[in-house]
């Protein structure tokens, strides 16, 4: 069955820090990936998406994810966070031919100063 | 600029009472969902509608209905409600149908509470 892992429910780091959100995925075909972010009481956003071509996708932000397709993996990766960046982040799957996006439990990221 | 509007966003009911949460789009998509979240759960997708006139069921349909009532709307109803349905609710919508047309773009939410 379809399903999306994310490892760590709750991630803290300090400002300026690298930090690595991660992801699994599980799907026997052909996979959309997506991370979404929620700040408080807000609705989820779009971050950044894979959809095809290159492996590597980045957002404005400075969030980049690799699509790793041996490893059915899609980490979410920044080299300095801000306080700002403090939300929950969802990673989600989307099977081809499937109209359902499966969310992953969603990690909380608190950035401290 | 609107995009997806629900309505209300807060809502306390008792046990066994009905009622219907409403969510609108602007941005003429033809793809429209709803999800609940739930500490620790993640987003759950309780029903979809892949364009005007359908509906299916999602991965929690159980307690809720759903009406596609034109392409703009998609309303949520709990006839019965159960403290289990204590929960915050977000209406998405998405350009069409299929994996590749693109992201949801989600509602503000709708924080429900049943005693």
């Known amino acids: 069955a379809q399903s999306v892992t994310q490892l760590d429910s709750q991630v803290p780091v300090f400002e300026e820090a690298p930090v690595e959100l991660r992801c699994n995925y599980s799907s026997s075909v052909s996979v959309y990936l997506f991370w979404y972010v929620q700040y408080p009481n807000q609705g989820l956003q779009l971050l950044l998406k894979?959809?095809?071509?290159?492996?590597l996708v980045e957002s404005i932000n400075g969030f980049e994810a690799e699509f790793n397709k041996s490893q059915t993996s899609f980490h979410l990766r920044k080299p300095s966070v801000h306080i700002s960046d403090t939300a929950e982040y969802f990673c989600a799957m989307h099977q081809g031919g499937s109209e359902k996006l499966v969310f992953g439990k969603g990690t909380k990221l608190t950035v401290n100063p | 600029n609107a995009g997806v509007t629900q309505t209300p966003k807060f809502q306390v009911l008792k046990t066994g009472q009905s009622m219907t949460l409403q969510c609108a789009q602007d941005m003429n998509h033809n793809s429209m969902y709803w999800y609940r979240q739930d500490p620790g759960m993640g987003l759950r997708l309780i029903y979809y509608s892949a364009s005007e006139g359908t509906t299916d069921k999602g991965e929690v349909p159980n307690g809720y209905n759903v009406s596609r009532l034109n392409k703009r709307e998609f309303s949520l109803r709990l006839e019965s409600a159960a403290p289990s349905q204590t929960s915050v609710y977000f209406c998405?919508?998405?350009?069409?149908?299929?994996?590749?047309?693109?992201?949801?773009?989600f509602g503000e939410g709708s924080r429900l509470t049943v005693l």
């Open positions: 998405a919508s998405k350009r069409g149908a299929g994996a590749n047309t693109g992201e949801l773009f």
């Open positions: 894979y959809l095809s071509g290159s492996t």
